[in-house]
């Protein structure tokens, strides 16, 4: 039975905490994030999704709270989303883009941008930058929980949380399974946190790409490496494609772009090459033909828009520890 009234609702989303919270203070990275945190999220995003995002209702259990989203990057899926589940649990939410920022028009330095966020004494601060480690710096300035939605060539928390919620909610489990994820991954964030959490929950990780999209020494991440696509994608439960990354100079890493799709572009021939239920994922935005085709992204075992879609409850479910259920820091 869903909650009929907010007092309800709080009621039933606390025994879904069960006295659970997060070890950490900010949420930057998911070396940070132990199993029992990460369950503490899972199940508080299926909860989210659930009562408040299947049944199109807003819980205002935020009130009063305030969001700052600082993007100092483009973003589309990470910002909005962020953005709706904000607005979604009534909090006030404040949007900041490089374009704004007198980081960009004036020259402040970060550590200054972070000293001048920190005495609007915003609640949570969701930051999105271009340079590596920018979320560590913000963070030691400011009094509020930073969440990370992606910093530079580093990590992307968030996207990997709701990567691996969708793989258990399509396959039941991540333990035991073989997870091939094949492209850019040596200018991905996406690749730095998914393969932290893949590993830590159990799964078989596989990469392949050309070899100049692999860091040196990329072992060190707890993945076997593949050169032939075919090998790789061999009884793969899940097949996670990367974007290459044409904006961070990657196409100087390949011949052509034409010659990535040939080699690498996941299509129908290379579907059956993978177990016969095995699901597709992309972190988005997709280059159709490149990393996926069109074929692919409409196939019924593809699970990009079940990303997209749990995205919204995740981030819900990260606010609204990161505001009520971390540890406070001490300056």
Known sequence: MLPSSLDQFVIELEKVRDGRFLQMTDILSIDNLNLADIELIFDLASFFKKTVINCEKKMPILKGYSQLNFFAETSTRTRTSFELAGKHLGADVVNVSSSDSSMNKKGETLNDTARTLDALHADVIVLRHASSGASYMIAKEVHAPVINAGDGRNEH???????????????????????????DVLHSRVFGSLVRILNKMGANVRVTAPETFFHSHIEN????????IAEALDQADVIYALRVQTERAANGYIPTIREYSKNFCINLNRLPLAKKDVIIMHPGPVIREVDLTTEIINHSQCAVQDQVENGLPMRMALLWLAINYT?????
């Open 221 to 228: 991440f707890g993945v076997k490496v593949f050169y032939n």
């Open 157 to 183: 928390p968030s996207q990997a949380l709701l990567d691996a919620f969708t793989i258990i909610e399509r396959k039941g489990k991540i333990k035991g399974l073989t997870v091939t994820i094949v492209g």
């Open 327 to 331: 540890k406070k820091k001490q300056f």
